[in-house]
């Protein structure tokens, strides 16, 4: 069945670190590619997302690009900020638009 | 626009107890999902609803939790009986339609603890 594998945390960086938190997936077909963050004593937001290979999500300075030749959704951001310390889930959703499959999510800390 | 709302947000009960959360999606919505988010996990599907019909509820334990979505707008959870495993964050989740990556709009969650 389909599953994501995302790195295990905790991430602890510096202010202004650069930041990559793994994400790998297995699926039938074309899945749509998401990675969602939950701030601390908030709900889960989309963080950005790609729904075909080789698309590039970007928001709020991360990114991530859809690989489907490494079946890959890396999470990257080249300056991190003490405001980006939250819990990071990447996930999919199959072509015909089942809910959410989740990884374990990875938690980052960032300290100024 | 108002966000997806769920109450209550805190719940403690004693195993073998019922207890029931209330989730009502954004406006216009027709999809509702319902998670369970184990503490250290990612969120797992309960049930997906589309309208006021079922679509896939294959990981919902029948035996103890149960979920209906009357008049395709609210949707209430119930488990009866509770067990210590249950403790959780049981989050709502909606958006336009299933179809297509959609993105899924989140509730604040309900965490439950059994004692």
């Known amino acids: 069945g389909n599953s994501v594998t995302q790195m295990e945390g905790p991430v602890t960086l510096s202010e202004e670190a650069f930041l990559t938190i793994n994400c790998t997936y297995t699926?039938?077909?074309?899945?749509?590619l998401f990675w969602y963050v939950q701030y601390p004593g908030e709900g889960l937001q989309l963080l950005l997302k790609?729904?075909?290979?080789?698309d590039k999500g970007s928001n709020k300075g991360f990114e991530a690009t859809y690989r489907k030749e490494t079946t890959s959704f890396h999470l990257e951001k080249g300056s991190v900020q003490v405001s980006d310390s939250a819990v990071y889930f990447c996930?999919?959703?199959?072509?015909?638009?089942?809910?959410?499959?989740f990884g374990k999510g990875t938690t980052l800390s960032v300290s100024s | 626009e108002a966000g997806v709302a769920q109450s209550p947000r805190y719940k403690i009960i004693e195993k073998r107890q019922s207890v029931a959360f209330w989730c009502n999606p954004i406006s216009g919505h027709a999809t509702l999902y319902w998670y369970q988010q184990i503490l250290g996990q990612g969120p797992k599907l309960l049930i997906q609803?589309?309208?006021?019909?079922?679509?896939?509820d294959s990981q919902l334990p029948k035996d103890r939790f149960s979920a209906e979505r009357l008049k395709g707008v609210d949707s209430t959870l119930k488990i009866q009986p509770a067990k210590l495993e249950d403790s959780a964050v049981y989050l709502c989740a909606s958006s336009l339609s299933d179809r297509g990556a959609y993105e899924q709009y989140f509730g604040p969650g309900t965490r439950l603890t059994v004692t």
């Open positions: 609803f589309q309208n006021n019909g079922v679509v896939d």
């Open positions: 790609a729904t075909k290979a080789d």
């Open positions: 996930a999919l959703s199959d072509q015909a638009g089942t809910a959410l499959i």
């Open positions: 699926a039938t077909g074309y899945p749509s």
